[in-house]
């Protein structure tokens, strides 16, 4: 899972697996001031050798951008985890940068250990190196019938615990992972083969199904996250951009698709706070890894919600017309999810955007 995709998510052990990556360079063209007025210059330097003046300046600007996002995404990481968190990584064919993740938090926790603050220990050896720990004790709080004001052991000395059999045996080998299984590609109801007649026209109209598709989706990415009053006008300069070829009909049907959506009474809880869009999830259904990017995610006190946006036109009527590979992608997603939420009711949804109707799945039909 990315970070971005973590956010408002916590677990009780949380492993940053790769953090010895810093970001890239950046675009070779930049955009500077020319120091006069409000002109804006483009400029493309072949080497930073030649990066001077507003050239320098401006690219200075992006990579103090580029760090300062880069340490607010460690601090999001950093703060998933509930009780532990574990910071890996591994080095390339060149060195490391000291401003990576890794290195930042290594050299913190080094100059604590000098200091004697806090209880780290440096000695633990492992594969090329050293372990950095920081720990607290782990400590029940005192009966409450506890009366004679003495204080109970935070902890049993380790030497003291008899640990079982199975705790010192070597673990079985795991059988090898299966090729991950990405439920928006179901596997089955693939499309027959197109008449060689009627090819040409059947992918026209595909690719601008799939294209309108993908614009919606984006959509309903981003807009939830501006002021309501701007969202209109940031569709419209979205999908008027020249790249996309949309004519002013198509951008007015889409636009009108997507504020009918937003503004629905009924959706308010799918863009609430408590939401987060296009998060990425990874698990087991069985012995099958699962891999996935949910559209919309709801996290409630004693809910989930998971809701996939369908842009078929025109769409089914009764949950009985609605794919199998569909039911089979949320069923997927459901399996996944009730692992990470055990706790919690999870409800499977599909939007229908053509004609912004939310349509509730069964939970027998998502049953594996």
């Known amino acids: 899972m990315t970070v971005h995709g973590a956010k408002g998510l916590q677990a009780p052990v949380v492993?940053?697996?790769?953090?010895?990556?810093?970001?890239?360079r950046g675009s070779a063209l930049l955009w500077a001031n020319d120091g006069e007025g409000s002109e804006n210059l483009l400029f493309w330097p072949q080497k930073s050798d030649y990066e001077l003046g507003?050239?320098?300046?401006?690219?200075?600007?992006?990579?103090?951008?580029r760090d300062q996002e880069y340490l607010r995404l460690l601090y999001v990481a950093m703060t998933r985890a509930e009780d532990r968190l574990y910071i890996t990584g591994w080095d390339g064919k060149t060195a490391r940068s000291e401003k990576c993740w890794?290195?930042?938090?290594?050299?913190?926790?080094?100059?604590?250990?000098e200091e004697g603050q806090t209880n780290i220990s440096t000695g633990d050896a492992v594969a090329d190196g050293y372990l950095l720990r920081l720990s607290c004790p782990q400590q029940k709080p005192a009966p409450a019938d506890n009366t004679d004001g003495a204080v109970s052991s935070p902890h049993t000395p380790?030497?003291?615990?008899?640990?079982?059999?199975?705790a010192r045996a070597m673990p079985r080998a795991e059988p090898a992972p299966s090729r991950p299984l990405s439920p928006s590609r179901p596997t089955?109801?693939?499309?027959?083969p197109l008449s060689p007649l009627m090819a040409d026209q059947r992918l026209g109209q595909d690719n601008r199904r799939f294209h309108r598709g993908r614009l919606i989706h984006r959509l309903l990415e981003i807009l939830p996250d501006?002021?309501?009053d701007k969202r209109l006008q940031a569709a419209r300069d979205f999908l008027g951009q020249t790249a996309y070829g949309l004519p002013v009909v198509d951008i007015d049907r889409i636009v009108g698709q997507i504020n009918g959506i937003l503004t629905h009474k009924d959706f308010a809880a799918l863009f609430s706070e408590g939401s987060r869009a296009e998060v990425s999830i990874v698990g087991?259904?069985?012995?099958?890894?699962v891999a996935g990017q949910v559209d919309r995610l709801v996290v409630l006190d004693d809910e989930l919600l998971i809701i996939d946006y369908k842009t078929n036109r025109p769409p089914p009527e009764n949950i009985s017309d609605v794919s199998r590979a569909y039911l089979r992608q949320m069923a997927a997603y459901r399996a996944v999810l009730s692992d990470i939420y055990p706790a919690k009711r999870i409800r499977c949804m599909l939007l229908w955007t053509d004609v912004a109707r939310l349509m509730e799945l069964p939970e027998n039909l998502l049953d594996f």
């Open 226 to 228: 501006l002021p309501p």
């Open 102 to 113: 890794y290195d930042r938090v290594r050299m913190a926790m080094e100059v604590m250990a």
């Open 15 to 24: 492993i940053l697996p790769d953090s010895c990556q810093i970001p890239k």
């Open 284 to 289: 087991l259904v069985g012995d099958r890894a």
């Open 158 to 166: 380790l030497a003291d615990i008899k640990l079982p059999g199975w």
């Open 188 to 192: 089955e109801d693939a499309p027959a």
């Open 54 to 65: 507003p050239c320098k300046a401006a690219r200075d600007e992006i990579n103090l951008t």
